[in-house]
């Protein structure tokens, strides 16, 4: 995966978790943990968080990449226990617009629940 591509990744997973208008402190340590293992420094992890509402979410090229992104997703969203609703709206909108159907997305999210 290129910098930029591993970037723009990360900068999806942020614009999630801001995606209810808080970012938790578990949330926050799993991005932490994210962008230490995929090499984002922390300063430019910190801009990240600092303007998550700014974001708009891009989507991958390529369907491995687009199944990697939603289960890593999913993973975020889920570390705090729970789903707030704008966090399941934007992974739900986001499946559709990786060309996931509603089936296919239920699927996957009752995998990621247990």
């Given at each position: 995966m290129t910098d930029t591509t591993r970037i723009?990744?990360?900068?999806?997973?942020v614009s999630l978790v801001a995606a209810d208008g808080k970012i938790q402190?578990?949330?926050?340590?799993a991005l932490s943990k994210i962008a230490y293992e995929q090499g984002?420094?922390?300063?430019?992890?910190?801009?990240?968080?600092?303007?998550?509402?700014?974001?708009?979410y891009l989507i991958p090229q390529n369907?491995?990449?687009?199944?990697?992104q939603l289960?890593?997703?999913i993973e975020?969203?889920?570390v705090d226990g729970e789903f707030a609703p704008a966090e399941l709206d934007?992974?739900?909108?986001?499946?559709?617009k990786l060309g996931f159907s509603r089936e296919d997305?239920?699927?996957i999210l009752k995998k990621y629940k247990g």
């Open positions: 723009e990744h990360f900068r999806n997973l402190d578990t949330e926050k340590a984002i420094p922390l300063d430019r992890f910190n801009v990240m968080l600092q303007k998550a509402n700014e974001y708009k369907q491995k990449e687009r199944e990697k289960g890593e997703m975020v969203a889920m934007l992974i739900g909108m986001v499946a559709g997305f239920d699927v």
